[in-house]
């Protein structure tokens, strides 16, 4: 017996991109392949409550599996998790796989209604939430008719619903699944309405790991990996729990990865490997600990947002270590434009991972060897939205429209540009709203910026920056003209921002992406 609401509602085959597949076996259960990737006594998870083994991360998934299977779940079946990073809720992801479920994770910062939201888009059946985020979930349930089974576990703490449950359950061996049956799905962080909802496939998960990780952010056994981004999103995913499993690392989890308690936990458990937001890597230059957390890191990677050249010169400069940057898409499942160690250009993105195709468009959809235009991907991952019509917006002629404007130079680096919907048309010049961010970021008043066009009557468009300013430093109109002339010495002159409003903070969605839209709705 299966569930086939998920593959019921996938997109029509002449609405798919093209997929440039991987070799695996045609019966594939990801979760299973993950476990393999170290040895049973090798160290899996790590953080302040504890430590775990291949052994017993693959036993406790096992007996998350057999509970859900023992709670009716049939494969296809879709289930959601809730609660922040940590060992069990690693486990509870594993474990859903296992017993052939869908996992549906959800960003612990999600509000009762967005919650309900995604339990309606996927018809979730079962659930699995940290009792210290059940409040708002049950809010949720109240909105909504189809959860039939939920159960509570206590965090890392072992004295939840769940944990007494399953003390004595043999564990359930994983679920003959197929290599392209549903394993997850993916929602966007919603910065523009209504969130998609992005299947991926066992085979989806893998794929990952065995191209961009492999390349650029390569890890082995005893290596520890520390990522401050959730498991909903598919960039936290990969480096929290795919990455580290697959090639027989550590997970190392943290619940609340502010910049401060980032630099704390890689000193304590010895991170050798760390992917966060540019935001991060810039606040952490500026804290005590980091000269702690440098003596065992040796790998950074950033992702989620556009890394601007200042900030990577200044981690440069301070660790001497190189950021591995790259531009990923939930829609891609995770990073598809990277590069590493010698093959980085500061500034530039980079080129397409091993297994993927990149290009850029013209508005009439023709590749451009070199120029600026649309970004467009084919690879082993692609778009498959959940019963939305948004897919043909996404999907043209098999490429993923990734909708980011890049350039693409004589060597094939690619160079971020702007969000599609994000260029600035003013006197008919266009002006990328990152490269005038990337410019005042390099002054040392300016702690985050975000740049966008306004209505102007004479240019049509005038370059607005709002900006978050340094400890200690205080606005005044001498700092605004400071900042300007700071601008036009390091770009165009035609770039400048000719408005600047200062704020306490930018605004962001749960993943920590700038929501442009509530500024320009300022």
Known sequence: ??????????????????????????????????????????????????????????????KIARLLVDDGLIPGNRVLLRGPNNHMLLAVWLGVLKAGGVAVATMPLLRPGEIATVIDRAEISHAIVDSRFIGDFRQAMDQTRH??????????????????????????????????DPALIAFTSGTTG???????????????CDTFAQAHFAMKPGDIVLTSAPIAFTFGLGATLMFPLRFGAACAT?????????????????????ATAPTAYKAMLSQPGLDDALKSLTTCLSAGEHLPKATWEAWKERTGISIVDGI?????????????????????????????????????GNELATGEGRLAIKGPTGCRYLDDPRQSDYVQ???????????????????????????????????GAPEVENALLAHPAVAECAVIGVRCEERGQKVKAFIVLATETEPCDTLIAELKDFVKRNIAPYKYPREIEFLEALPKTATGKLRRVELRNR
């Open 328 to 364: 990923g898409a939930t829609e891609l499942m995770h990073i598809f434009i990277s590069a590493s160690a010698n093959e980085i250009q500061p500034g530039a993105t980079g080129t397409a991972v091993p297994g993927y195709t990149a290009a850029i468009l013209d508005p009439d």
């Open 1 to 62: 017996m299966r569930d086939r609401f998920v593959e019921d509602r996938l997109p029509q085959p002449d609405q798919l991109p093209e997929f440039l597949l991987l070799d695996y076996p045609e019966r594939l259960n990801a979760a299973a392949e993950l476990l393999k990737g170290g040895k049973p006594d090798d160290l899996a998870v790590v953080n302040d409550q504890g430590r775990w083994t291949y052994r017993q991360l693959d036993e406790i998934s096992g």
């Open 194 to 208: 209504i969130p998609k909802g992005c299947v991926h496939f066992h085979r989806d998960i893998l794929s990952p």
């Open 147 to 180: 959860i039939k089974q939920l159960v509570k576990y206590d965090g890392d703490f072992g004295h939840g619903a769940l944990e007494s449950r399953i003390a004595d359950l043999e564990p359930l061996p994983p679920v003959d699944t197929a290599q392209d």
């Open 397 to 431: 002629n098999g490429w993923n429209i990734t909708g980011d404007t890049y350039a693409r130079d004589e060597e094939g680096y690619f160079w971020y540009r702007a969000r599609s919907d994000d260029m600035i048309v003013s006197s008919g010049y266009n002006i």
């Open 254 to 274: 943290i619940e609340q990865p502010s910049p401060p308690a980032i630099l704390e936990a890689i000193a304590r458990h010895e991170i050798t490997h760390l």
